[in-house]
């Protein structure tokens, strides 16, 4: 009997049958009706300070919350954020966010009380800013008008660009893991890891698994986690990017996925996925 258990679970993984191994821990959301967020769009974790902290979009501020999923902070920098879409803090407490109302990169010194939107720019033009992530000292900004990444020092001069010659619209999404720089070409639904020279390490064919990827992390176990917008789910694949399971499904019930938007890994085993549809960030653990 034992056999033939194992047997079968084996042939669920193999055909990317759903699994329910991952269940919701906590929810990051306001309740009451009229504070509650609208579109929330991207999520930061603090390692150091055990904080997440929400990008709501649709009401021009950001949320902290403690690791137990209780509001801290709500904070709007005096009224002037304007459509804030990402945000990371580096490790001097400079908070930076892509405000796509004023198509810029906003630092924010909560120390001196000073917000300063930069309008970025490249060696070959003006920069649109879109996703954005830190390695805790410099800036890699996602440029939405090319898809290509860009790597600033904390003076806002460009570094390096990492390009992608074979996509049609550029990256999509990225996430930084040990060093290296896993990214996502939506159109053509390939993941390329790439080093910090820019060299491709390694390339993932996503195939059928998926049907409209929008965000990918990298989770335990080096297993590649990709997020798909119109299937409303999340596929699997192992480090050698085979595809093995898939799991949740549409819905507005905690534990469904409406429009998501974003999915990253949290340092203490969670799986956090950025709903706009739902208004609200889940945090789920296996």
Not at 113 to 126: A, E, M, V
Not at 158 to 172: M, P, Y
């Amino acid at each position: 009997m034992a056999a033939v258990v194992v047997f079968l679970l084996g042939s669920i993984a193999a055909t990317g049958a759903r699994a329910t191994a991952w269940t919701v821990e906590i929810s990051l959301k306001r309740d009451t009706i009229e504070d509650a967020m609208i579109m929330p769009s991207a999520l930061f974790i603090d390692e150091a300070r055990e904080q997440y902290y929400v990008v709501d979009s649709g009401k021009n501020r950001l949320l902290s919350f403690n690791r137990q999923g209780a509001l801290l902070n709500v904070f709007n920098a005096g009224g002037s954020l304007q459509t804030p879409f990402d945000m990371v803090r580096t490790g001097d407490g400079i908070i930076w966010v892509v405000e796509k109302g004023k198509n810029s990169l906003t630092s924010i010194d909560l120390q001196k009380k000073q917000t300063i939107p930069h309008t970025l720019r490249s060696k070959s033009g003006p920069v649109y800013p879109h996703r954005l992530e830190t390695d805790g000292e410099r800036l890699f900004v996602q440029d939405k008008a090319t898809g290509d990444i860009l790597l600033y020092d904390r003076d806002l001069n460009e570094q390096k660009r990492f390009v992608c010659t074979e996509c049609s619209e550029g990256f999509f999404d990225f996430k930084i893991e040990g060093g290296t720089l896993w990214t996502l070409d939506r159109m053509g639904k390939t993941v390329y890891a790439l080093s910090m020279t820019g060299a491709v390490e390694k390339t993932f064919k996503l195939g059928d698994a998926v049907t409209s990827p929008v965000s990918l992390a990298l989770g335990p176990g080096g297993f590649l986690f990709v997020l798909d917008l119109y299937n409303r789910d999340v596929a699997v694949f192992d480090p050698n990017g085979e595809f093995k399971y898939r799991f949740l499904q549409p819905g507005i019930a905690s534990g469904q996925l409406y429009y998501p938007a974003e999915i990253r890994f949290d340092p203490w085993d969670g799986m956090c996925i950025t709903d706009e549809g739902n208004s609200r960030v889940e945090v789920y653990k296996q």
